[in-house]
């Protein structure tokens, strides 16, 4: 959510924005909270002229009284009474233009970064850089599941009987494989200064609503039936909803943190979940990295956080390149995004692994977390990027280390966490 200050100010630069990300739809809203806002403030002076002449009326009675003048008394009762009426009338309008403003600044997209390329969808772009050598070798790589079948480490057909489609269930040494790569991404970040955290797994309405776009709550979130619940898409929202209606000191920042949480996902109109694979699916797990910073520290960061998720894939043999993601594809909060894409020998192209964006103080607005610096309160920045998420990690993991007999090597890095073992042998 932008500040509503920029809007009275400078309402043409928020339009060109809107125009900038293709949503032209949404320029009508500019032209509401314009009214709504100047309707609020309008009903706001009345009151507040109002409330100040109710006082001097007060006054003026307590006078009168003491001077036995009653009529007069009387005379100023009666008008304090037919203010009290049109107060009441006033304070109604104001809340209710009041929340008719903030439900529409929720619709209206973030400033995004200057620097940001123009175009419609995810087909404008660009790439930036690659890491790592793609290779494509000289046998056939099997699909993801194929390969894990191999290892009896994936059951999906059950899955599918307990729960439907999206669903799996991960066995044996693939098993092992999706732990051991969650905590050595724990453990990844942890050293490189961030706190781990486990966030709760649900969270209320209010906090969807500060944490991302109506249309991002309706393709993604289960609701808990009959409660003020939401299973979350990603430990971010929660990480983000702990600092809610919050002041937090200047000194103590940046947070730097990283989660770990399962995700639930809809997926609504995504194309995918009927495939037989884990590429897209509702149930996943996740290590995730959350920074609160100053204003001035977030382009920074946003550099240190795709960084980490690069070095990370990188030390596990993985082949990766970066995107800068176009205007049209940035959601409504996003000042920029980057993704981290994975190279796919059998598809003999890179897929999405992760993505870092930086909010800007959009969350921060809308969750009212504010910072005590030297000259005054501010919204903090707010910024998040995926470490790993398997299973889909697991496909670019499986695919990248395969060799020709079916067997799979386990990088130096990850053999800790796999017991010390340097190789997955197949059993099929």
């Known amino acids: 959510m932008i500040d509503i200050k920029l809007i009275r100010e400078n309402p043409e630069l928020v339009r060109e924005n809107i125009k900038k990300k293709f949503k032209d739809h949404k320029l009508p809203l500019v032209d509401d909270a314009i009214e709504f806002d100047r309707l609020s403030r309008q009903y706001q002076k009345e009151a507040d002229d109002l409330r100040a002449n109710r006082n001097k009326l007060s006054k003026q009675i307590g006078v009168c009284m003491k001077s036995g003048d009653k009529a007069a008394a009387e005379e100023l009762k009666a008008q304090v009474s037919a203010a009290a009426d049109r107060l009441a009338e006033l304070e109604k309008l104001e809340a209710e233009y009041s929340e008719k403003l903030y439900e529409t600044m929720l619709g209206i997209p973030n400033i995004i970064a200057d620097d940001v390329p123009l175009g419609k969808d995810d087909s404008f772009n660009v790439e930036i850089e690659k890491f790592g050598e793609p290779a494509v070798p000289e046998f056939e790589v099997p699909y993801h599941t194929d390969i894990m079948e191999r290892f009896d480490g994936i059951d999906l057909d059950a899955a599918r009987r307990v729960a439907g489609n999206g669903f799996y269930y991960l066995c044996g040494d693939i098993a092992r494989l999706h732990s051991a790569v969650i905590s050595y991404a724990r453990d990844f970040m942890i050293n490189r200064g961030f706190t781990y955290c486990v966030p709760p797994f649900m969270i209320r309405s209010d906090v969807v609503t500060g944490v991302m776009s109506f249309d991002e709550m309706s393709a993604m979130m289960y609701k808990i039936e009959g409660e003020d619940l939401y299973l979350i898409g990603t430990s971010e929202h929660s990480m983000i909803g702990r600092y809610i209606d919050t002041i937090n000191e200047e000194s103590k920042l940046p947070y730097a943190l990283t989660s770990y949480s399962p995700c639930f996902r809809k997926e609504k109109g995504a194309h995918g979940i009927e495939e037989r694979g884990v590429y897209r699916i ?39 390149r970066t995107l800068e993601c176009c205007s049209g594809d940035l959601a409504d909060l996003k000042v ?93």
């Open 282 to 320: 509702h149930q996943f797990e996740k290590q995730e990295m959350i920074v609160i910073c100053r204003p001035e520290e977030s382009p920074v960061w946003y550099d240190k956080l795709w960084k980490n998720t690069v070095d990370l894939f990188r030390s596990l043999d993985i082949p990766v």
């Open 336 to 428: 920029k995004s980057l993704d981290v894409e994975a190279w796919s020998p059998r598809q003999k192209k890179y897929f999405e692994v992760g993505s870092c964006s930086n909010l800007g103080d959009a969350q921060a607005r809308r969750l009212k977390i504010r910072v005590n610096g030297e000259n005054g309160k501010y919204f903090a920045h707010t910024l998040n990027n995926t470490v790993v998420a398997p299973p889909r990690m697991l496909i670019a993991f499986l695919e990248n280390n395969l060799n020709a007999d079916g067997s799979v090597n386990i990088p130096e890095a990850l053999r800790p966490y796999m017991g010390g073992t340097e190789k997955l042998i197949p059993k099929n």
